[in-house]
């Protein structure tokens, strides 16, 4: 069983900083792509930002600039800095990660989500 647990949302004032975390846990054998989504209220869910096991990222044209992922392979753990949030960065945060098991290949996980409300 494999578990991805967010923690670091909240409520910030417009211009503020959150750093978001998503640790990953059980029987991981190796951990390949991770990232993070976030649906706002009546809409889809987007990529906001993604990072391979090896460092490469890529970020939503929305966030470039002001976001960073980062992961820590040793502690399964992928980590988003938000900077100069903006109130359309009010959504819930998703962690993703392509994890494969010591009894199953890569699949995709998710976490339950982390609520990020930035006021104005």
């Known amino acids: 069983q494999v578990q991805l647990v967010e923690s670091g949302g909240g409520l910030v004032q417009a211009g503020g900083s959150l750093r978001l975390s998503c640790a990953a846990s059980?029987?991981?054998?190796?951990?390949?792509?991770m990232g993070w989504y976030r649906q706002a209220p009546g809409k889809q869910r987007e990529l906001v930002a993604a990072i391979t096991s090896r460092g490469s990222t890529n970020y939503a044209d929305s966030v470039k600039g002001r976001f960073t992922i980062s992961r820590d392979n040793a502690k399964n753990t992928v980590y988003l800095q938000m900077n100069s949030l903006k109130p359309e960065d009010t959504a819930v945060y998703y962690c993703?990660?392509?994890?494969?098991?010591?009894?199953?290949?890569?699949?995709?996980?998710w976490g339950k989500g982390t609520l990020v409300t930035v006021s104005s």
């Open positions: 993703n990660a392509d994890i494969a098991t010591l009894f199953l290949r890569g699949m995709d996980y």
């Open positions: 059980g029987s991981i054998f190796s951990i390949d792509g």
